[in-house]
Antibody, heavy 121, light 111 residues
Framework: EVQVVESGGGLVQPGRSLRLSCTVS????????ISWVRQAPGKGLEWVGFIRSKGYGGTTEYAASVKGRFTISRDDSKSFAYLQMNSLKTEDTAVYYC????????????WGQGTLVTVSS | QSALTQPPSVSGAPGQRVTISCTGS?????????IHWYQQLPGTAPKLLIY???NRPSGVPDRFSGSKSGTSSSLAITGLQAEDEADYYCQSYDSILSAVVFGGGTKLTVL
């Protein structure tokens, strides 16, 4: 069974940092790009960014709203991806989902259960 | 303001057919980029429903279908069931934004 699990969410003050983790099973992690998508409470889905597989350079792409503050990385040996979030703002409060996809153009499957990040003083 | 526009809500009675539209522009749907659709049941993560405009992943009933024409795409659900009550989102790529974009979502109510 293909599965994705996120962790690391919690309550954090504005301006601070937090790192989310994503682990997968049921497929060869290193063969795929890993994306992050967030959903603010009661709102729609917002793409955060993704990291390509090493075969495609392992490069990253980000939404304008997080570029320069968020960094996505991956450790293929452990089948883990990370979302490092710095200079957090209250508007970053959301459930963060990790999912598998291929670059900008593919659909995302599967999705994890999400991890809630609350940015508040 | 999302690059992809969906109606906030649609409704239908059990057994009926409903469609959900996703309207874009020449920089996303109109440019030929693929459309994907997701179903999000209350309190759960999104689930891929349709990929690459009109393909169903394994396990998705054939009551769900996707189509695309010009700068718009549609998700059709036939034989509506109570369990279809959920939020539905379209997704594509926008070349001007250089970003993955989602529609604002449509809440389907089964009457």
């Amino acid at each position: 069974e293909v599965q994705v699990v996120e962790s690391g969410g919690g309550l954090v003050q504005p301006g601070r940092s937090l790192r989310l983790s994503c682990t997968v099973s049921g497929f060869t992690f290193g063969d795929y790009a890993i994306s992050w998508v967030r959903q603010a409470p009661g709102k729609g889905l917002e793409w955060v960014g993704f990291i390509r597989s090493k075969g495609y350079g392992g490069t990253t792409e980000y939404a304008a709203s997080v570029k320069g503050r968020f960094t996505i990385s991956r450790d293929d040996s452990k089948s883990f991806a990370y979302l490092q979030m710095n200079s957090l703002k209250t508007e970053d409060t959301a459930v963060y989902y990790c999912t598998r996809g291929d670059d900008f153009w593919s659909g995302y499957y599967p999705w994890g259960q999400g991890t809630l990040v609350t940015v508040s003083s | 303001q999302s690059a992809l526009t969906q109606p906030p809500s649609v409704s239908g009675a059990p057994g009926q057919r409903v469609t959900i539209s996703c309207t874009g522009s020449s920089s996303n749907i109109g440019a030929g980029y693929k459309i994907h659709w997701y179903q999000q049941l209350p309190g759960t993560a999104p689930k891929l429903l349709i990929y690459d405009d009109s393909n169903r992943p394994s396990g998705v009933p054939d009551r769900f279908s996707g189509s695309k024409s010009g700068t718009s795409s549609s998700l059709a659900i036939t034989g509506l069931q109570a369990e279809d009550e959920a939020d539905y989102y379209c997704q594509s790529y926008d070349s001007i934004l250089s970003a993955v974009v989602f529609g604002g979502g449509t809440k389907l109510t089964v009457l």
